[in-house]
């Protein structure tokens, strides 16, 4: 380690340190009380009341612009630097899209349909994989959220109280994105087999599987979107609760490197080899 890293990280502990003692002193109200509002959400209706499809979390939106913008800013620096032998960021982020092309070469052996299932499966692993690291082990800004018994919500912005509220915590999102794999798959079979054969997929091995082949491929988004939705959300609470117990003394910090960024890159990569699975299945099957 180099003499800069280690004033830095000498730096870092003593900050986190005098932070973790001033929140021993200050933070005295029950676990019970002070994370009552943990599973609430920030929804803005902007139409009828009862319609649902009307409601939006403010959150999500900000955050997946946010996370789209960083995607797009480390692009552009790769791409501006972008030379014959390659610097660190460029061979960090090469590497990476060989890495991912070359599961999908094995999965889709058509070159006409490998390309394209690539570049549907980088951008979800990207997009997710940020989310993730913000949402897992950076800390930021947080909304509190209060219910009133008549429904109406009271908003609160907190500083370092939790980390950046994750999209991928958002189950609206993850099931974007898996019924989004689902339909392009859908859209592979019929391209390759037609609709006559991809029709007959349900009816194989035998006609009376078709309820259950629909109900197979209907589960599909679903179970997609619910492995991520809990296992970042599930992730997030246990941090949280287990960082205001110890008072976010020593403990939060390797909870924070395994969920947020350990387990945050596996459900990333999980998510999109799966979605190479869901498509190459309807190509080749």
């Known amino acids: 380690m180099s003499k800069k890293a280690k004033i830095q990280l000498i730096i870092f502990l003593v900050i986190y340190t005098v932070v973790g003692l001033l929140n021993a002193k200050l933070m005295t109200a029950p676990p019970s009380e002070a994370l009552k509002n943990i599973a609430n959400r920030w929804i803005v209706q902007f139409g009828p009341k009862d319609a649902w499809y009307y409601r939006i979390n403010p959150m999500t939106v900000i955050m997946s612009v946010a996370v789209v913008a960083i995607i797009i800013a480390f692009a ?11 610097n660190r960021k460029q061979a960090f982020a090469e590497s990476l899209m060989d890495f991912l092309y070359e599961i999908v070469e094995s999965s ?5 349909y490998a390309r394209t299932v690539f570049k549907i499966s980088m951008t979800l692993f990207l997009y997710i994989a940020v989310s993730n690291l913000i949402g897992g082990f950076i800390p930021g800004v947080s909304v509190d959220v209060s219910i009133a018994e008549n429904g109406t919500r009271a908003v609160k ?3 370092f109280n939790d980390t950046w509220f994750p999209p ?3 189950l609206n999102t993850n099931l974007t994105y898996a019924v989004m794999v689902f339909i392009i798959s859908q859209y592979f079979a019929i391209k390759t087999k037609g609709v006559k054969g991809w029709l007959k997929g349900f009816l194989e091995p035998v006609a009376f599987m078709l309820p259950m082949n629909i109900v197979g491929e209907l589960a599909k988004p679903l179970s997609h979107a619910m492995r991520l939705f809990g296992n970042i959300t599930g992730g997030g609470i246990l941090v949280l609760v287990i960082s205001y117990l110890v008072k976010y003394m ?3 910090p390797f909870l924070w490197a395994y969920f947020g960024i350990f387990s945050g890159l596996i459900q990333a990569f999980v998510f999109s080899t799966l979605a190479i699975a869901y498509m190459s299945s309807q190509i080749e099957g």
């Open 108 to 112: 889709v052996p058509n070159e006409k």
């Open 250 to 252: 020593f403990l939060p």
């Open 168 to 170: 991928t915590g958002d």
């Open 157 to 159: 912005f907190v500083l």
């Open 76 to 86: 552009k620096s790769v791409h501006k630097e972008f030379k014959l032998i390659p």
